[in-house]
């Protein structure tokens, strides 16, 4: 996944833009949109296990 950090000049300020591939999420400071990207990148590196497929008994 690609993960990109933008600033975006806006009228009354600045917002940051962070762009997970297609996805897009803004934020009002750089600290949020960081803090996020954090997150995600933790969750994404955590381990994950497969769900267990539950197999149905024939009645």
Avoid at 8 to 31: I, K, P, Y
Avoid at 42 to 49: C, G, K, T, V, Y
């Amino acid at each position: 996944m690609k993960i990109v950090l933008t600033e975006l000049a806006r009228e009354h300020g600045s917002h940051w833009q962070v762009r997970l591939d297609q996805h897009v999420v803004t934020f009002r400071s750089e600290a949020e949109a960081r803090a996020f990207i954090q997150t995600l990148e933790s969750r994404l590196a955590a381990p994950h296990r497969l769900p267990y497929r539950q197999q149905r008994v024939a009645q």
